[in-house]
């Protein structure tokens, strides 16, 4: 089957642009010969990936099925050529760490540049997504390390024990009046919650807490950044929540305010994993050992 990296790129670019002529253009190509890409890729395969609707395209559910698939082709073209260039400039190794967002501004920026202060001769590159997705892949072995919310765990591999931290409660003086004293889940479930979305610790958190009291979460507003929790947050449009450094990290005006939380639902444990055979040993292995050492 030809399949090359351009037509990967290509399929993905019109998935996420609903069309082939700015997909095409994202990629310098004529409009003319990303068509005929795909019209060939349809042909090999034996199936339609894109179907024309009004003002584009749209992807079908065959394309659905395969779109995982070409995004993994996709992650291991850019390790294969991360990997490489790594190698060509002299480097020891280099190593991925997917990570939630939380866990990125926490705990790991901090780590990282100690590690390459440590170890410059390493290359190291971070992917942040939730962990769920850091999850997937680690199992796809397009990651070395992930970091996730233990429970939200379902990989069969060892988990280290790695950091920990805790959502509270966010809101906008202007819109919401909370008390001093920490709050229960039963004072904001029939409040608007914004939340992180589906594969989030967060989301998890917040689905355990309104199943605790017989309810489904009506997951109204959810986001994919805690930036764009703060704005809706900021405006009125819900409660948040978020780790009290990752909330800290925007500095919050004085219109904004948090509260703690009662009971243990929104503890969160993060553990590491890594897969072994792709990276170098003992480069991964000092990673790790940075990685899962105490802080100070």
């Not at 995004?71 to 280099?94: K, V, Y």
């Not at 379902?154 to 280290?160: E, G, I, Q, R, S």
């Not at 959502?167 to 001093?180: E, G, I, N, Q």
Request: with cysteine.
């Amino acid at each position: 089957m030809k399949f090359d990296t351009t037509t990967v790129r290509l399929i993905l670019a019109i998935a996420d642009e609903g069309s082939i002529s700015r997909a095409a253009d994202k990629l310098s190509l004529a409009v003319a010969a990303a068509s005929r890409r795909v019209s060939d890729l349809e042909a090999q395969l034996g199936i339609k990936l894109f179907q024309r609707v009004p003002h584009g395209v749209e992807i079908t559910e065959s394309g659905t099925k395969l779109l995982d698939y070409i995004r993994q082709i996709d992650n291991l073209i850019d390790r294969l050529e991360g990997d490489a260039g790594a190698l060509n400039e002299g480097l020891d190794g280099r190593i991925i760490i997917g990570a939630p967002k939380a866990v990125v501004i926490q705990f790991l920026a901090r780590e990282i540049a100690a590690i390459q202060r440590k170890f410059p001769r390493i290359s190291l590159k971070v992917v942040e997504e939730n962990s769920k997705i850091v999850q997937q892949l680690l199992r796809d072995k397009v990651i070395d390390v992930g970091i996730y919310e233990n429970k939200s765990g379902f990989l069969d591999l060892p988990k280290f024990p790695y950091r920990e931290d805790r959502l509270v409660l966010v809101y906008s003086r202007a819109h919401f009046r909370f008390r001093d004293a920490p709050v229960s889940i039963d004072e904001f479930l029939d409040l608007p919650v914004v939340s992180l979305g589906k594969g989030s610790a967060v989301l998890s958190a917040v689905q355990r807490a309104y199943r605790s009291r017989g309810r489904e979460f009506p997951n109204n507003f959810t986001v994919t950044g805690f930036d764009t929790m703060l704005a809706l947050v900021r405006n009125g449009l819900g409660v948040g929540l978020m780790p009290p450094d990752v909330l800290r990290s925007f500095h919050p005006e004085e219109a904004l305010a948090s509260v703690e939380l009662v009971g243990d639902w929104h503890q969160r444990n993060y553990v590491l994993s890594c897969l072994e055979g792709h990276a170098q040993q003992q480069t991964l292995h000092n990673v790790m050992d940075e990685l899962l050492r105490k802080p100070a």
